[in-house]
Every structure is written in structure tokens, then in C-alpha cells.
């Protein structure tokens, strides 16, 4: 059977045959005119398949997967606190798939941004920017506050909070004065140690289940015999919001796929591993934890940092020395290794929609080192911002409002990627593009059952956010409650609007909504690594996706 024309085997992957005569199309590379690209910059493709492979692979795993597990399991107990892990999980599939089909042909730094605008409407483009850099930006505030914490267990409170902050800020900005390819290693190496603390983890669970350890005792799953589903729909949408927080937005694969050597192989490839590695990997630990921890060990909520950990309260009832240590050193890595993220993604966004005519257009300019300077300053200033904010408030209070505003920005954006991907395929119709049939053509299995799932799910997500707001599982509604859960949501819709207002945006029509700007045909050495890699046998192929090197 002729390459050209066959069907991979691998999952969610589909491929058209080679077109005798493709359009002449050039790809530009990001933003909506060639010339705007050429005057402020381009970003460079400097990140390799391996680095975005292995970056997918550990991406997101850090707190929200080794301490707030604990979280969700002492406020929904074990079933909720499955049942609203599983559900994100399933919408990370759904997600990115409709993400991945979009960016395959359009691998544009910014990326969804980009296409809300092309195919919807500016000012859902301007929401959608807003949202992403609101809610990761709030992440890396999060992630200093995490770093403060974890320091500390061994500190003891000893280095005021401000200098520990500092240095944090400075370790993750220093990063952004060197080239993108030494961002791009950081995250590689990054992502290996929380690959490493998860099997890790996982087997050190397993023989607490079996009895490992001077105090141990086997552990019978008797935890989910006790409010399995604690606190009812309360506790699952406070278990659902966690999750959300911790893993729910994976589109910084997506943006990294403006700056990727070879687009097509590597979006493909992590559409199909994350949305394996988040069930893997969150799902088998929210079963373990809820297996070593009973829901109501005052632990899970009154610890602080590591101690937190629902892992390292059971190691230490088991009486195994060591290991809270060596979660501490792996978990520092882990939250340094998100917070890059957090400055490297937003910073994109807002190049993106400078080049969109959303922003400034100075906030376009990228330096020799294909660096977009301005997004970053703006970007850090922000996170500065932020970050010492924690000085002045309570620190858990603060990233309890970090963690609603990021919550709220994910689910908004999953929403609007659903939204998005209903609307390029009617662009695809009404245009009768051949986009999908060019070599090594990408779209979604089961369309459209992956936009209706997001789209359902990000409803199931708000409706959680207002009913925690309104009815909370301590204390009866309080304006301000009701406040620091649905503020991030009231920016991302107020934005929206005020900009459809102010500028009275078009809504685009699928019969003229832009179809070529930025489309990435394949280049030739990218059709020979792929006809090389589709003539492997069907497990080699396989073998990929785990391979770490």
C-alpha cells in the first residue's frame, strides 16, 4: 500500500493522501499579515520535537498533583474527588483534539487567540487573551507561594518570606535573558524530575498498600466506605475546581507549537500522549491517595507545604524515613519548572494579540534572539506584581484568589476552543478548503463529539464555580466569598464585551474568514521524517511516546 495514501495506526491520527497539486501556500509563521511579521520579528523554531515530547510528558505535574490531591480528598472525599479529576481528564482529551487540529495547519505562536479572531469575533479573541494571560500569570503568583512553603519545611520560617520571593523571581526571569532553546531544556530537565517523583511516588504507594514500613499495615480500601461523596455536589465542584487548577489548560502545548521545528509531528504526538499521561498519571494517584488517607485526616488541611502531601502523611505513618525530603528537592524543581511556563506562555499570548491588532502593536517586537521582549517585560511585571502581593495579605488567603481566577480563565478558554473549532469547520465547508486532505493532513476523531464535550463540560465547571460561591462548605454566603470565586470570571466577560462595545467588532463569515494566513505546509525534510516514521511497525511507534531521550 502506497504510504501516501494509507491511514495511521496510531490512536486519534488520521492522515490524507499527497495532493498532486498543493496550494502555494507560504507559511508565515504567526499573525495575521507577512508584513507585520517582518517588522517586529519572528519568533524562532528552536524547540525540538524530543523537548516538546518530554515537556508534554511532565507539564502541569507538581502541586496541584502531590499536595492539593489532599485538598480534594478532605472536601469531597474519595468519589467526588475522583468522579471531578475524571471529568477535567476527559476534557483535556476533548480539548485537545480540537486544539490540535487547528494548530496543525496554523502552528501560530499565540495560537487559539489567533483563530477566535479569524474565525469568530475580535473581541472573543481579546477574552480568550485575556483569560489565558490572567489565569497562567496567577499561576506562576501561585507557584511562588507554593515555593515559599516548601522552602520552609526546611527553613522553619527562618529567610523572611520577601527574600524568598525574590529569589524565586529572580532564578525564574533570569531564565528569559537567554536564548529559547536553554528555556527549552530547563523545561526538559524539569519535566524528567516529576516524571521521576511520580513513579516514584506510585511505587512507594503501592507498598504502603501492602504494609511497607516499621508502622505499617495493610490497607484494606476501607477510606471509601466512609462519605465516599462527602459534602455532596458541594464537595465534588470544589474537587472539579481543584483539578481544573491543577491540570485542566494544556494549550501551552499548543503555543509551543508556533515556536516547534516540525509542527505536524509534534502536536500530533502529544494530542495523543497527554491526554494518556494526565489519566495516568492523575487518576492513578487520586486513587492511591484516597486508599492511604482516610478523607478526614486533619493533616490534608491544616499542614503546610510538603507536610500537606497526602503521599508524605502516609509515609510517615508507615515510619519511612527520607522520603519527605526527597519530595521537597523534586517538588522545588517541579513548581520552578512551571513557573517558566507561566512566563513563556503569557508572553506569547500578548504577542499574539499585539500582531491581532488587539494590544499595542510595540508589544509585537521580538529581538535577534527571537525573544518578543516587550510581551516578557509586561509579562514579569505582572507576575512581580502578584507575587509579592502575598506580603500583604494572608498567604493562603491569596492563593485561594489565584487559584479561582486560574480555575475560572481554563474552563472560560476550553469553552471558547469548542466554540472556535465549530466555526473553522464551517469555514472548511462553505470555503470547500482542502486543508484536510494535504500530505499528512490532521482532523479530530469523532468530530464533533470533542467541541460538544468541551462545551458541556465547561458548563458542568461553571455551574460548579457559582454554586461554591453562593453556598460554601464552611459558613453560610458572604459577598466577599461569592467574590473570590467568580472574579476572575467577571474580568474574562467584561473584557469581552467592553471591547465588542468600544470597537464594535465583525463577526466573521465563514465564506471569507481567513483560511491562508499562516497555514504551514510541510516542508521537505519534515514529509521525510514522517514517511520515515510511518514506515516503522506499528510498536516502534508506540515505543515513542514513552521514550524519554
Not at 196 to 221: C, E, Q, W
Not at 399 to 416: E, G, H, K, M, V
Not at 494 to 522: C, E, M, N, Q
Amino acid at each position: 500500500m502506497d504510504k501516501s495514501k494509507r491511514v495511521s495506526g496510531d490512536i486519534g491520527e488520521k492522515y490524507g493522501g499527497k495532493q498532486a497539486n498543493l496550494n502555494p501556500i507560504i507559511s508565515v509563521g504567526e499573525g495575521q499579515v507577512e508584513a507585520d511579521v517582518e517588522k517586529y520579528g519572528t519568533l524562532h523554531r528552536t524547540l525540538t520535537p524530543r523537548m516538546i515530547h518530554v515537556i508534554s510528558l511532565g507539564s502541569n505535574v507538581g502541586s496541584g498533583l502531590f499536595i492539593a490531591t489532599g485538598k480534594a480528598l478532605a472536601e469531597g472525599g474519595p468519589g467526588n474527588m475522583f468522579l471531578g479529576y475524571l471529568v477535567v481528564c476527559i476534557g483535556v482529551w476533548a480539548n485537545l483534539q480540537n486544539l490540535t487540529e487547528m494548530t496543525i495547519a496554523f502552528p501560530t505562536s499565540g495560537n487559539y487567540i489567533d483563530y477566535a479572531d479569524r474565525w469568530v469575533d475580535p473581541a472573543l479573541a481579546f477574552g480568550a487573551g485575556v483569560a489565558e494571560w490572567l489565569g497562567w500569570t496567577s499561576v506562576f503568583a501561585s507557584e511562588a507561594t507554593f515555593f515559599v512553603i516548601l522552602v520552609n519545611y526546611w527553613a522553619g520560617g527562618a529567610v523572611p518570606d520577601a527574600a524568598l520571593l525574590s529569589i524565586f523571581l529572580v532564578i525564574c526571569l533570569a531564565v528569559f535573558f537567554m536564548p529559547n532553546k536553554f528555556f527549552g531544556w530547563l523545561e526538559y530537565f524539569g519535566s524528567l524530575v516529576k516524571v521521576f517523583l511520580f513513579i516514584f511516588i506510585t511505587l512507594i504507594s503501592l507498598a504502603i498498600i501492602g504494609g511497607a514500613g516499621s508502622k505499617g499495615y495493610v490497607r484494606d480500601g476501607s477510606t471509601w466506605t466512609d462519605l465516599p461523596f462527602k459534602n455532596g455536589f458541594g464537595g465534588f465542584a470544589n474537587a472539579a475546581l481543584l483539578a481544573i487548577w491543577a491540570i485542566g489548560d494544556q494549550v501551552f502545548i499548543g503555543v509551543m507549537g508556533g515556536e516547534a521545528e516540525s509542527p505536524r509531528y509534534s502536536m500530533a504526538h502529544s494530542a495523543n500522549l497527554i491526554p494518556w499521561r494526565v489519566a495516568v498519571f492523575y487518576l492513578v494517584s487520586t486513587v492511591l491517595v484516597s486508599i492511604i488517607v482516610p478523607s478526614n485526616d486533619p493533616r490534608l488541611l491544616g499542614g503546610s507545604g510538603v507536610a500537606a502531601s497526602p503521599f508524605v502523611i502516609a509515609v510517615q505513618d508507615a515510619g519511612i524515613k527520607g522520603v519527605p525530603d526527597l519530595i521537597n528537592i523534586c517538588m522545588i524543581i517541579g513548581v520552578l519548572a512551571i513557573a517558566l511556563e507561566c512566563i513563556f506562555l503569557p508572553s506569547r499570548i500578548l504577542r499574539t494579540m499585539a500582531l491581532q491588532k488587539l494590544l499595542p502593536a510595540f508589544i509585537a517586537k521580538v529581538d535577534e534572539r527571537g525573544r518578543p521582549r516587550w510581551a516578557l517585560t509586561i509579562t514579569a511585571l505582572a507576575a512581580v506584581l502578584l507575587t509579592y502581593m502575598s506580603l500583604s495579605a494572608g498567604g493562603l488567603e491569596v492563593l485561594n484568589w489565584l487559584i479561582a481566577i486560574t480555575s475560572a480563565s481554563f474552563f472560560t478558554n476550553w469553552a471558547i476552543i469548542g466554540f472556535t473549532s465549530f466555526r473553522f469547520r464551517a469555514a472548511v465547508k462553505a470555503q470547500r478548503s482542502p486543508i484536510f486532505d494535504h500530505q499528512y493532513g490532521w482532523k479530530s476523531n469523532f468530530w464533533p463529539l470533542a467541541p460538544v464535550l468541551v462545551l458541556v463540560i465547561s458548563t458542568l465547571l461553571l455551574i460548579c464555580i457559582l454554586y461554591s460561591s453562593i453556598k460554601p462548605l464552611t459558613g453560610g454566603f458572604t459577598v466577599y466569598n461569592f467574590f473570590s470565586y467568580t472574579i476572575g470570571l467577571f474580568l474574562i466577560i467584561f473584557s469581552t464585551i467592553a471591547y465588542k462595545v468600544v470597537f464594535r467588532t465583525p463577526w466573521r463569515d465563514p465564506a471569507t474568514a481567513d483560511l491562508v494566513t499562516g497555514h504551514r505546509a510541510l516542508t521537505t525534510d519534515e514529509i521525510r521524517q514522517l514517511d520515515a516514521y510511518y514506515e516503522r511497525p506499528f510498536w516502534r511507534r508506540i515505543g515513542t511516546y514513552i521514550r524519554l531521550w
